[in-house]
């Protein structure tokens, strides 16, 4: 009897656990739009409704391959339209791979004053760079490539909220993300963020999958480890799937399944860790990253983070002032900005989730087009003109996966579907992560593919309130009829 109660109020502690969750995460995105003001212009709206409208309507055949394929198509045509120029770190991988290939297998060592000694997890990514470098020079190839990887993070997405939620919305849902600017001009840089976000995506869709569920639990948890290992050695921000999918299966599973989740938790941790932790040795040992794919300056992205003269941004002073300094003199740079300016972290940890969450960042993709003309069929346009529209859809994409997902969590706060509770912990964890590093809007590629997918309990919500409305509507048309035709008999009678 003793212990049956245990059991109870374990089971009851757990749920009162996620609720907390559930509201602490309302909460951080309450504020975080409360302080932002939205100004658009209605063309951004009025585009957004079209591709929603379009989506709805829109019921093709083998809809996730011609969704793949128009995916693709597009974002070619904005890797050929857009030359955006290579720079900041992408550069320093591009020379770096660029070097490797002509046979300087020292390069890390001599190049960007020792970037790559410091941040050796960026060889992963500059690796993978110099293997599609060695079939086609230059870094044309590369996009390429990116464009099919983001193609088929939209056609996930499709999956997956098919799968949530129903056919109808997951065409919405998919084909709002497929025209979203910020991931679809993002293709035009060199970065080792969209092979990585798709890897994370697959990840988690093999673990919340029904067409997994069958699965032998080793192999599944083997693909999960393994997508995340080597979306991890391309971009090390695996921890944040790592860490949800660990609280999620310990506040999910039950007491009589505790040794299934310790088998689970060993297979998945210990696949990554052998794959990351092999990659890394085979890397230094061969003698092209002596720091393998690890990190030298661990302190770096804490201390930008809790810089409240910058926000918690990027800095280049800043970088001139800690990096190569004494592991104890970073440590007294940090304490500074910590525990010395510890009544300014609020204000900073609120500017961050604003920034974070509900930026517009197409600057990264666009800014050397600033003050230029650009020809389209014929007529010279200036770009800044262009580009107001542009940073406008933008922002009307953020401000609606973000409000839907704010109003999908309220919805469903007191009886949560098992897969919306994964969302809000990956959600929790990242906005957790950017309280303490390093905060840009660049840095929200991969939460907004969840941010679009919790926008899916919303968009169903609305179709099914919609649908409801109209049958009542048909009920009162048919009842109508019903009653016209039998007044009709009674006069002919």
């Given at each position: 009897m003793c212990a049956l109660n245990v059991v109870k109020g374990m089971k009851l502690y757990m749920e009162k656990f996620k609720q907390i969750l559930i509201y602490l995460l309302l909460i951080i995105f309450g504020l975080a739009i409360a302080r932002h003001f939205i100004e658009t212009p209605i063309i951004a709206i009025v585009f957004i409704g079209i591709i929603a409208f379009i989506a709805y309507k829109l019921d093709l055949p083998k809809f996730g391959l011609w969704l793949f394929l128009i995916s693709f198509l597009i974002r070619i045509v904005v890797i050929v339209l857009f030359d955006t120029p290579i720079d900041s770190d992408y550069i320093v991988m591009y020379n770096t791979a660029k070097e490797i290939i002509s046979g300087n297998l020292n390069v890390a060592s001599t190049i960007g004053e020792g970037y790559m000694l410091r941040w050796g997890y960026q060889m992963g990514y500059t690796l993978f760079m110099v293997l599609l470098m060695l079939i086609s020079n230059g870094p044309f190839l590369i996009k390429l490539v990116n464009c099919l990887f983001t193609a088929l993070?939209?056609?996930?997405?499709?999956?997956?909220?098919?799968?949530?939620?129903?056919?109808?919305?997951?065409?919405?849902?998919?084909?709002?993300?497929?025209?979203?600017?910020?991931p679809l001009f993002f293709n035009t840089l060199l970065s080792n963020q969209h092979i990585s976000s798709f890897l994370f995506l697959l990840a988690i869709f093999i673990f919340m999958s029904k067409k997994t569920e069958n699965m032998n639990y080793k192999l599944k948890y083997f693909l999960i480890g393994l997508c995340l290992a080597i979306g991890n050695i391309i971009r090390p921000e695996a921890i944040i799937f790592i860490t949800s999918i660990f609280l999620y299966l310990i506040l999910m599973t039950k007491r009589i399944d505790i040794?299934?989740?310790?088998?689970?938790?060993?297979?998945?941790?210990?696949?990554?860790?052998?794959?990351?932790?092999?990659?890394?040795?085979?890397?230094?040992?061969?003698?092209?990253?002596?720091?393998?794919?690890?990190?030298?300056?661990?302190?770096?992205?804490?201390?930008?983070?809790?810089?409240?003269?910058?926000?918690?941004?990027?800095?280049?002073?800043?970088?001139?002032?800690?990096?190569?300094?004494?592991?104890?003199?970073?440590?007294?740079?940090?304490?500074?900005?910590?525990?010395?300016?510890?009544?300014?972290?609020?204000?900073?940890?609120?500017?961050?989730?604003?920034?974070?969450?509900?930026?517009?960042?197409?600057?990264?993709?666009?800014?050397?087009?600033?003050?230029?003309?650009?020809?389209?069929?014929?007529?010279?346009?200036?770009?800044?003109?262009?580009?107001?529209?542009?940073?406008?859809?933008?922002?009307?994409?953020?401000?609606?996966?973000?409000?839907?997902?704010?109003?999908?969590?309220?919805?469903?706060?007191?009886?949560?579907?098992?897969?919306?509770?994964?969302f809000v912990i990956i959600l929790l964890v990242y906005s957790g992560v950017y309280f303490l590093i390093e905060c840009t809007p660049r840095y929200a590629y991969t939460a907004q593919i969840f941010l679009a997918l919790m926008s899916s309990y919303s968009i169903e919500y609305f179709l099914n309130t919609k649908s409801k409305r109209q049958n009542i509507i048909n009920q009162k048309v048919s009842a109508k009829k019903k009653n016209t035709i039998a007044s009709k008999k009674k006069v002919l009678n």
């Open positions: 993070i939209v056609v996930f997405i499709y999956f997956i909220a098919k799968e949530i939620t129903n056919k109808k919305v997951a065409r919405v849902v998919s084909v709002l993300y497929m025209f979203f600017p910020f040794k299934l989740f310790l088998k689970k938790s060993l297979i998945l941790f210990l696949t990554y860790l052998c794959v990351t932790i092999s990659a890394s040795t085979i890397a230094t040992v061969s003698g092209i990253s002596p720091s393998g794919f690890g990190n030298k300056e661990p302190l770096w992205k804490f201390t930008v983070g809790f810089n409240p003269e910058t926000n918690g941004d990027y800095n280049i002073d800043l970088a001139g002032q800690f990096i190569g300094e004494t592991r104890k003199n970073q440590f007294k740079i940090l304490y500074d900005y910590t525990i010395g300016s510890i009544e300014k972290l609020p204000a900073l940890f609120l500017y961050k989730e604003q920034h974070f969450w509900l930026d517009s960042d197409l600057n990264t993709s666009l800014s050397y087009l600033t003050d230029k003309n650009i020809s389209i069929f014929g007529f010279d346009v200036e770009f800044n003109e262009i580009r107001k529209i542009l940073n406008s859809i933008n922002q009307v994409y953020i401000y609606l996966f973000f409000g839907l997902t704010v109003f999908a969590i309220f919805l469903n706060r007191k009886r949560m579907p098992n897969s919306q509770f994964l």
